[in-house]
């Protein structure tokens, strides 16, 4: 008898035993993830606000390529001028105008569904020590991302794209970089208080799902499309759709061409999705071209030329290509 | 740091470097300093000797040889490094007649290298239009992305072989890539500086 009650005792300690242990085990992992997506948001504003100067090596398609690169912010606008050093390029110049952020992408935890975020060791780049954050995807749809980055400042260090097959397909390096310290905030102009105020909330911007064919555009201008997605693969959105509508020249006479441009992203690969009317001379299909982490994808569909670019492998593309269908207005 | 070091830096800027070798010289790079400079020194001595918009290495003057031998000098062993010398490195035999040979051989690279800036001088002094005949303009398009306010066309994207040559030799379909490419390289991106990366790179093949 003695035994017998004993049992369900021993069966009770025991399982509570297995729950706080698989408890202690659950919240580190959980709370490195927390601090590994902290991070991250940390580097997405810092690489706005910091200004640097440096030189770093580019890898992609086993070539390698040293670049020069500065960034400045005066607090209105943002300049940013990469030269590549070992070929004969010119440097490519991106001026932004003020503090965008409300524009940036950040990580939200919905994107846990589809990316594991750790926190990985220090290591030590261009003599600066940071720490590595790994956001590797729960499918075969992206690419897992390594970064380094600086936990005081925030700033990128280390970016590498490796494939199913843990090859490297993309990766930089800063070999050589001086970093400054951020804008004053009392020099930030008024309306980009407002946006930083956005970048601390941790709510994701409010971007539909899927786009919805009814919207008007005048209510939804950023979201309205022809095209929809049937579906789309799993954590990827409709960030912004917009359509030009331009006059050519064809046999038949002036032509009216359309383009649509729809962009998707999971958080961190993004995918540019274009739907032009083809030009009798682009009537051909294209293979995949691959450069690097960039796949590019052209093939008509429903009459339309139908090109996909972006930072994620070529069977992403496939998939999002199969699954795009025109819409149903009437 | 030792020749055969300085050799594996001057093979990876040179994109010789197998991927096992490429993967262990960047992971030396970032613990050594010592290393990192000397890589910082290629980068900056083949800029000199490969960019033809500079106004000083545009032409093989007598002030930018004086330069780079000044260059060269200030980096010992870099000659050595450049010419498979191996006397002092105990690792690999050295054969009898090997210091003959090295003698020959830092001769016929000298040569090389007097040749070699003979070229780029005349190609540097000939017509920007001649040198520039297969590069391709792209064609102006409307800014998407409203943070943007100006881009730099990709203007000398190579597309590389694919096996629908229509690819290789229609400049229609090289430009449209371009275009596309360029367009999606607008948007913001959570690493910043990644997609302005990417375009620069593509202007050195793509």
């Known amino acids: 008898m003695r035994m017998k009650s004993s049992m369900p005792k021993l069966m009770t300690c025991s399982i509570t035993l297995g729950l706080v242990s698989s408890l202690l085990t659950v919240m580190p992992a959980s709370a490195q993830s927390n601090e590994a997506v902290a991070l991250l948001n940390k580097m997405t504003s810092s690489l706005r606000h910091l200004d640097y100067k440096g030189k770093l090596v580019f890898i992609k398609n086993k070539q390698v390529t040293t670049l020069s690169i500065e960034y400045s912010n005066n607090g209105e606008f943002r300049k940013e001028i990469i030269q590549p050093l070992d070929k004969n390029g010119k440097a490519i110049t991106r001026q932004l105008s003020g503090f965008t952020l409300s524009k940036m992408p950040k990580i939200d935890p919905a994107m846990e569904k589809i990316y594991s975020f750790d926190m990985g060791s220090m290591s030590k780049v261009a003599g600066q020590p940071c720490r590595t954050v790994i956001a590797r995807p729960k499918d075969r749809k992206r690419y897992l991302k390594k970064f380094c980055i600086d936990e005081n400042s925030g700033f990128l260090y280390q970016y590498t794209l490796s494939n199913q097959k843990h090859e490297v397909v993309e990766q930089f390096m800063f070999t050589d970089v001086v970093v400054q310290q951020p804008v004053p905030v009392d020099q930030i102009p008024d309306t980009a208080k407002q946006s930083d105020v956005q970048v601390i909330a941790t709510t994701a911007p409010e971007v539909a799902l899927e786009p919805n064919p009814l919207a008007s555009k005048e209510s939804q201008p950023d979201q309205y499309s022809k095209w929809l997605f049937d579906p789309l693969p799993k954590g990827f959105k409709v960030v912004k759709a917009e359509q030009n509508i331009s006059q050519a020249e064809q046999q038949e006479g002036m032509i009216e061409l359309e383009e649509e441009k729809i962009l998707l992203s999971d958080g961190l690969s993004s995918i540019s999705v274009f739907i032009a009317t083809p030009e009798e001379k682009n009537r051909q299909p294209h293979p995949v071209v691959q450069s690097g982490a960039l796949n590019i994808l052209s093939k008509q569909k429903q009459g339309r030329m139908i090109t996909l670019v972006g930072e994620v492998p070529k069977d992403t593309l496939i998939d999002i290509f199969k699954c795009i269908k025109k819409a149903n207005l009437e | ?206």
């Open chain 2, 1 to 206: 740091m030792t020749i055969n070091k300085k050799e594996h830096l001057s093979a990876l800027l040179d994109g010789e470097a197998g991927d096992f070798e490429q993967r262990r010289l960047l992971d030396e790079i970032q613990k050594d300093d010592e290393m990192r400079n000397s890589y910082a020194n290629y980068a900056l001595i083949g800029e000199m000797m490969r960019t033809p918009s500079s106004s000083k290495a545009n032409i093989a003057s007598n002030n930018f040889l004086d330069s780079l031998n000044a260059k060269l000098e200030q980096e010992t062993g870099f000659i050595e490094s450049s010419t498979p010398s191996i006397a002092n490195n105990d690792s690999v035999y050295e054969y009898p007649n090997q210091k003959k040979k090295n003698g020959r051989i830092i001769g016929f690279a000298i040569a090389a290298s007097v040749a070699t800036l003979a070229v780029v001088g005349a190609l540097n002094l000939a017509p920007m239009g001649q040198q520039h005949e297969q590069t391709l303009p792209l064609a102006s398009s409307p800014i998407i992305n409203d943070e943007i306010t100006d881009i730099n066309t990709l203007a000398s994207v190579d597309i590389p072989a694919q096996e629908d040559d229509k690819w290789q030799y229609d400049p229609e379909i090289q430009a449209q890539i371009r275009h596309y490419v360029n367009e999606h390289n607008k948007y913001t991106s959570i690493t910043g500086i990644v997609p302005t990366i990417r375009a620069a790179s593509f202007k050195t093949g793509f």
